[in-house]
């Protein structure tokens, strides 16, 4: 089992910056990839971020130059800098940690970006 808690959400205008937080904690190891996806009201949930074990990491064309995923092994924490925020990443922001068998998801962290 692993547990993860976001933070670092908030209310920005467009232009600023935010940085959410992912702690995770229980069975590290079998963690295998790391992520951060987002849903829009009335969208499907969507990639953003990834980082794998390997440090190599993917991005969605939306955020890309715009967004960097990063982690702290020693914390266990996943980072996700947004910057030259629009109102269009406005929406729930989750955690995820991916192993062998499935995923693990955080409870969501609210970001709103106002025009």
């Known amino acids: 089992q692993v547990q993860l808690v976001e933070s670092g959400g908030g209310l920005v205008q467009a232009g600023g910056s935010l940085r959410l937080s992912c702690a995770a904690s229980g069975r590290i190891s079998s963690i295998n990839r790391r992520g951060w996806y987002r849903q829009a009201p009335g969208k499907q949930r969507e990639l953003v971020a990834r980082i794998y074990s390997g440090g190599s990491t993917n991005y969605a064309d939306s955020v890309k130059g715009r967004f960097t995923i990063s982690r702290d092994n020693a914390k266990n924490t996943v980072y996700l800098q947004m910057n030259s925020l629009k109102p269009e990443d406005t929406g729930a922001y989750y955690c995820?940690?991916?192993?062998?068998?499935?995923?693990?998801w955080g409870q969501g962290t609210q970001v709103t970006v106002s025009s």
């Open positions: 995820n940690a991916d192993y062998a068998l499935g995923s693990w």
